[in-house]
């Protein structure tokens, strides 16, 4: 079946830091894939998406590329601000309609 | 808009009880579909239901179900509870496409 797999955290960082948080999955066909964020004591709320090879989904200063040939979905930020305390989910929807997430990486950013 | 509500926020079960949660949609989405969150699991895939049918199912065993109402509203069930049920249970509605919207989730604690 469909998997994701991501870095295991707590990351812990200061602030204008670079956030890379590694994502990589497996499934058939060409699943659609998303990053999801959890700030505290909130829901998941959908950060970006990418449904093809080559998409770049960015929102808030993030991005991650959809790279088809090494699998994987990398979330990248270019410099952290405390409100990006949260923990991140990377997710695919594959051929199945079914949502499958990775554990889950936590991050603290520190001022 | 009103977002998607689920209640209770919290509730406390002991081993052996059953409960029920509820999940109201975004209005107009017909597409509900409910997880498990736990600190050792992550995310998992419970159900989704569309137009009062489920549509998909994740591993999980019988004690779990669930239901939609003709209005979208949906409920889920577990029975006989165990220790290992003690999690956030998130619920998700989509109309087309793929972007779900989360709700805050039920925070079960099972004694």
């Known amino acids: 079946g469909n998997s994701v797999t991501q870095m295991e955290g707590p990351v812990t960082l200061s602030e204008e830091a670079f956030l890379t948080i590694n994502c990589t999955y497996t499934?058939?066909?060409?699943?659609?894939l998303f990053w999801y964020v959890q700030y505290p004591g909130e829901g998941l709320q959908l950060l970006l998406k990418?449904?093809?090879?080559?998409d770049k989904g960015s929102n808030k200063g993030f991005e991650a590329t959809y790279r088809k040939e090494t699998t994987s979905f990398h979330l990248e930020k270019g410099s952290v601000q405390v409100s990006d305390s949260a923990v991140y989910f990377c997710a695919l929807i594959g051929n199945d309609y079914k949502l499958s997430f990775g554990a889950g990486t936590t991050v603290t950013v520190r001022a | 808009k009103a977002g998607v509500t689920q209640t209770p926020r919290y509730l406390i079960k002991t081993r052996g009880q059953q409960v029920t949660l509820s999940c109201s949609p975004i209005?107009?989405?017909?597409?509900v579909s409910w997880y498990q969150q736990t600190p050792g699991q992550g995310l998992q895939f419970l159900f989704e239901y569309f137009s009062e049918t489920q549509r998909n199912k994740g591993n999980f065993p019988g004690r779990f179900s669930g239901r939609q109402f003709s209005n979208s509203r949906s409920e889920m069930n577990v029975s006989t509870l165990e220790l290992g049920d003690s999690a956030l249970y998130l619920c998700?509605?989509?109309?087309?496409?793929?972007?779900?919207?989360f709700g805050s989730g039920t925070q079960l604690s099972v004694l």
């Open positions: 998700a509605s989509r109309e087309v496409g793929e972007k779900l919207f």
């Open positions: 499934a058939t066909g060409y699943p659609s």
């Open positions: 209005s107009g989405h017909r597409s």
């Open positions: 990418a449904t093809k090879a080559d």
